[in-house]
């Protein structure tokens, strides 16, 4: 695999070409924030977090899905940046009706711990109280539309490792809204296996596990640990 | 169908036109429908049924001939006579003027539009250069213009490199807004290495006031046809696809026919005039998102996906259509694909401004006084747009500014009039050229309103894949709705700078990306009217209602609302 | 040297942010020194007085009253700091946001079970509802954020503490979570 050296903040990194900036970003310490990459999924760059600054690119670029090349120059962290990411974490919380007191994940949930790793203590941006149904309709999970980020890990989950794409995208802009098999209820669903894995990737508590009350929702990823990172280096031409 | 039976065709159907005594040309453009043309094709069809159907009377239903607030329109051709132009067109008017061309009387000189008007004296047309004056549906009389003659001399003459290096020459740059060069991007699709290749041609026209390519499609089908075809033998493709908006079934429909006609004719098909060279055209409908007019969602849409972008690179040109090199440009640049060839690249790039070579189609609309497609050379003043071919605004209104690029562009204001309309001096004043829509406004237009249209408008586009475009479009328009109802404050106003500054830096396709262009470009031109609203709660234009409070005279209001009660003795 | 003034406020919440400022317990005896609580729930003035150093408000504006409150507050007050996330987010207060207040009214207090509320002597029943529940800094100004559903007592005393201090009230990551 062709070696490449890049500067990061200053500082000289070698990688592998096919490398992503975020991936070698973590691999040496270096913190970018995310929420809709998973390690192991195909990258989507949708929540736009992990935007850095490319020397001679005019705007930020998302290092999630941006392959390293020879001589890159890029900054992870600016003024600019970090007042961007603030903005856009806002901007989901705004979106939906994100009541952490009173969520199952609470404590224990990506989009929660971003927002105070981010510095945000309030929200600049109308709350947009969306009405949007939840459904229950499945035996063992359920899912609400309130809690959504789109980040489609689920969609992606469901698609490319359990191979059933149950889940999909309906409607688009504000609207757009995760459905199971062309939107029927999660319930009727015939081709959702009940594995979980989109329940257990989801970032906040849009997917959870019945019988969870406020805060007693934890998420369990181990059990996929081996597959996405077998994922992960097929991406870049390697084996584990 | 090979070279020589073209060019005997084309001289075959020229010398019968060329014998006509009268040939009368309908505009049949979708607005001159709307006004009535197809009563007056069907009251002059009846009068020459008439007359027996005589050969040297010739009755031609064309595509859009330009003015199109004037329609229905009808063009009078008489040989060894100048050209007569009808506006507004009844049944009636239209027999007069045929009986009194017949009988070689003085044609009626009602609602005849004057020989110099500067309308039509003051364009250049060379995609256009059919447009109004074809039937679209016949292949002949679009060869009898030197269709595909073109492409012949390309097939013939050219290697598919100088074919190429032709395009580079003209200076022509990607008409649908993005102004890349056109012969850089049809050079790089050549070197790019893939089992097949594609061209795509982006007719997913969505502006609101745009209609150039509707028009171009609907009149004149077969030189879009061309122009990818040539494409095609440029880039080493054998497949082509135009991707028409659902909403123009009229156009889908001709250019069906215009390809079937065109394979029948050995145009397109295998073996393409007589050469070694074979390619399919094919159409595909969008489903009516504005995002899929951007081209990764595009592709993606052809493949049978969700319509939205993805992250280039890679870049189409690398891999596009199921992952082959394939090269898009919008109908509009493949509409001067055959005027290059045909005049020449020099003669081509003669035309223009700086880097901007050729001639631009803007549909003209707002508040002029003629309403219409129109097509002018690269870098002509602004002011001679509006002001000339436009006529200057209606009802003697007061130009205030005219709005380019639709919801990607910025509106351009009364004190830049004198700009060179191209793609440098728009970006420069922070609009765009865009596809071509330009609307012109007057003084009773609220700029902050305007924004606020194209907004909701962006907002009901989003794909909704990435952040700042999903949620930044929605908050955007409601701060724009409390400026413009009157509950906003200072602080929204800085609110909306920094959302937008945001969206434009970090969304992830271009539509995201610029969305906030009308907001910034009308904060930046007419900052004193985003004041007046917020500040003195008094909207400038007078459009916007301003009948909602901001919530510290909200309180005020509802306190002396409820003491006013009680004085009464009522319950609330 | 002087004592702080501080006052609090309880808004459209549940009192449970009071109820954690409570939770600081003996802590409360060693900041008596320093503070004069000059206002709020936990104490009998019935006018907000002026000049009020700090003022934490708990909950978020739900209706007139709320409002003409907290624009008094704000006029009075020196710092203004949202108390919990009701103040900061509008948080379970504001989930009626999704209906409009006359179809609330008329749902919880003639179609949903029980009697209708009596009248008072000036017919005032209930303060007039605003149409949305606001966080107080769409409203006012806000000089400071204490997040928490409720927020926990360290926090409140990180917050009261800085005050004390004359240091801007910024809490640190651990102490920023929202619920």
């Given at each position: 695999m062709p070696a490449i050296t890049l500067t990061i903040n200053n500082e000289l990194f070698s990688a592998r070409k096919e490398q992503t900036i975020l991936e070698i970003a973590r691999e040496h310490g270096i913190d970018i924030p995310t929420l809709c990459h998973f390690e192991?999924?195909?990258?989507?760059?949708?929540?736009?977090?992990c935007l850095v600054e490319l020397q001679g690119s005019p705007r930020p670029v998302p290092a999630c899905i941006t392959k390293a090349a020879e001589g890159m120059v890029i900054t992870t962290s600016s003024d600019k940046l970090i007042e961007y990411r603030k903005m856009l974490v806002e901007l989901l919380l705004a979106?939906?009706?994100?009541?952490?007191?009173?969520?199952?994940q609470n404590n224990n949930c990506e989009l929660q711990t971003l927002a105070a790793k981010l510095g945000i203590?309030?929200?600049?941006?109308?709350?947009?109280?969306q009405q949007l149904p939840m459904d229950a309709s499945r035996e063992r999970f359920a899912l609400d539309?309130?809690?959504?980020?789109?980040?489609l890990r689920c969609v992606r989950v469901c698609d490319a490792?359990?191979?059933?794409?149950t889940w999909d995208v309906r409607g688009r802009g504000s609207t757009s809204r995760i459905v199971a098999d062309l939107d029927r209820p999660w319930g009727n669903s015939?081709?959702?296996?009940?594995?979980?894995k989109c329940v257990q990737l989801?970032?906040?508590?849009?997917?959870y596990k019945k019988g969870?009350?406020?805060?007693?929702m934890k998420k369990e990823r181990s059990f996929l640990n081996r597959i996405l990172e077998r994922r992960r280096l097929a991406a870049q031409g390697r084996s584990l | 169908m090979n070279r020589g039976e073209l060019a005997e065709l084309a001289e075959a159907t020229l010398q019968k036109q060329q014998a006509c005594r009268l040939r009368l040309l309908v505009c049949c453009g979708t607005p001159c429908v709307a006004a009535g043309a197809e009563a007056v094709v069907a009251a002059l069809r009846e009068q020459l049924t008439g007359l027996g159907?005589?050969?040297d009377l010739e009755l031609v239903s064309t595509g859009c001939q330009g003015p199109?607030?004037?329609?229905p329109l009808l063009t009078v051709l008489q040989p060894g006579q100048p050209e007569q132009v009808w506006e507004k067109v009844t049944p009636e008017l239209a027999c007069t003027v045929l009986n009194t061309a017949l009988q070689q009387q003085h044609l009626p000189e009602q609602n005849l539009l004057p020989q110099d008007w500067p309308f039509f004296n003051r364009q250049t047309r060379l995609?256009?250069?059919?447009s109004g004056r074809i039937?679209?549906?016949?292949l002949e009389q679009y060869i009898a213009r030197g269709g595909y003659e073109s492409l012949a001399q390309a097939l013939h003459e050219m290697t598919p490199d100088d074919v190429c290096d032709g395009v580079v020459q003209s200076g022509l740059r990607g008409r649908?807004?993005?102004?890349?060069?056109t012969g850089l991007k049809w050079q790089l699709v050549r070197k790019s290495s893939g089992s097949r290749k594609f061209v795509v041609a982006n007719g997913?026209?969505?502006?609101?006031?745009?209609?150039m390519d509707r028009s171009l499609m609907e009149s004149d089908p077969h030189r879009i046809l061309e122009g990818i075809a040539i494409a095609g033998y440029a880039i080493g493709a054998d497949q082509g696809y135009i991707y028409v908006r659902g909403e123009y079934p009229v156009a889908a429909q001709r250019l069906r026919k215009a390809i079937k006609d065109a394979e029948r004719a050995g145009?397109?098909?295998?073996?393409?005039?007589?050469?070694?060279f074979s390619f399919r055209i094919d159409i595909r409908i969008g489903?009516?998102?504005?995002?899929?007019?951007?081209e990764t969602a595009l592709l993606g849409s052809i493949m049978g996906r969700r319509g939205q972008p993805r992250i280039r690179p890679p870049y189409p040109a690398e891999a596009?259509?199921?992952g082959c090199p394939t090269l898009i440009n919008n109908v509009e640049t493949f509409g001067n694909i055959p005027s290059i060839f045909s005049i020449g690249p020099q003669a081509f790039s003669a035309y223009g401004n700086g880097k901007s070579r050729g001639t631009k189609v803007f549909a003209l609309c707002g508040e002029v006084v003629n309403n219409g497609l129109i097509e002018v050379p690269m870098g002509i003043p602004l002011r001679e747009i509006v002001y000339e071919i436009g006529g200057g605004?209606?009802?003697g209104a007061t130009f205030k500014a005219a709005q380019t690029g639709g919801p990607s562009g910025g509106c351009i204001p009364a004190e830049k009039?004198?700009?060179?309309?191209d793609y440098e001096n728009l970006q420069a004043l922070g609009s765009i050229m865009g596809s071509g829509g330009l609307i012109v406004m007057g003084e009773q237009s609220c700029m902050v309103d305007v924004a606020r249209f194209f907004m909701e408008f962006c907002l009901d586009e989003?794909?909704?894949?990435?952040?700042p475009c999903r949620t930044g479009t929605v908050e955007i328009y409601r701060l724009l709705s409390r400026i413009c109802n009157g509950s906003a404050s200072q602080r929204d106003l800085q609110t909306l700078e920094q959302l937008c500054v945001m969206m434009k830096d970090t969304s992830l396709c271009g539509l995201g990306a610029a969305a906030p262009n009308p907001v910034l470009s009308t904060l930046r031109w007419f900052r004193q009217e985003y004041e007046a609203h917020v500040k003195?709660?008094?909207c400038p234009a007078g459009v916007?209602?301003?009948n909602e409070l901001p919530l510290h005279l909200l309180g005020e209001q509802l306190l002396q609302r409820i003491s006013a009660l009680r004085c009464d003795g009522e319950e609330y | 040297m002087s004592k702080l003034r501080l006052a609090t406020a309880w808004l459209g919440g549940c009192s449970g942010c009071h109820m954690s400022l409570l939770d600081l317990g003996e802590l409360l005896v060693g900041l008596a020194d320093r503070i004069d609580?000059?206002?709020?729930?936990?104490?009998?003035?019935?006018q907000f007085p002026e000049q009020v150093d700090l003022a934490l408000i708990e909950g978020a504006v739900a209706n007139l009253e709320n409002l003409e409150l907290l624009q008094q507050i704000r006029r009075n007050s020196r710092l203004l700091v949202s108390f919990g996330d009701c103040a900061i987010t509008g948080n379970v207060t504001s989930l009626?946001?999704?209906?409009?207040v006359d179809d609330l009214l008329t749902g919880v207090y003639?179609?949903?079970?029980?009697?209708l509320p009596r009248s008072g002597e000036d017919g005032h029943v209930l303060p007039e509802l605003l149409p949305r529940v606001l966080p107080l800094h769409q409203v006012v100004e806000v000089d400071a954020f204490i997040p928490g559903?409720?927020?926990?007592p360290d926090r409140i005393l990180a917050a009261i503490t800085a005050a004390l201090n004359g240091e801007p009230i910024q809490l640190s990551e651990e102490m920023r979570t929202f619920g």
């Open positions: 192991g999924l195909e990258a989507m760059g949708g929540c736009r977090l979106e939906r009706t994100h009541t952490c007191s009173i969520c199952v203590d309030h929200v600049r941006f109308d709350y947009l109280h539309h309130n809690r959504c980020v789109l980040c490792v359990e191979g059933a794409h015939t081709s959702c296996t009940d594995c979980g989801c970032p906040t508590g849009a997917l969870a009350t406020v805060g007693e | 159907n005589l050969a199109c607030s004037r329609g995609v256009l250069a059919n039937d679209p549906e016949s649908g807004g993005g102004g890349y060069p997913d026209e969505g502006d609101p006031g745009a209609y145009l397109l098909g295998s073996r393409v005039l007589d050469s070694s489903a009516g998102a504005f995002v899929c007019g951007e596009g259509l199921w605004l209606a009802n009039l004198d700009t060179p309309v989003s794909c909704g894949k990435c952040v003195d709660r008094r916007c209602s301003m | 609580l000059v206002y709020g729930p936990l104490v009998d003035a019935k009626r946001n999704i209906f409009k003639q179609a949903g079970p029980g009697s559903c409720p927020p926990d």
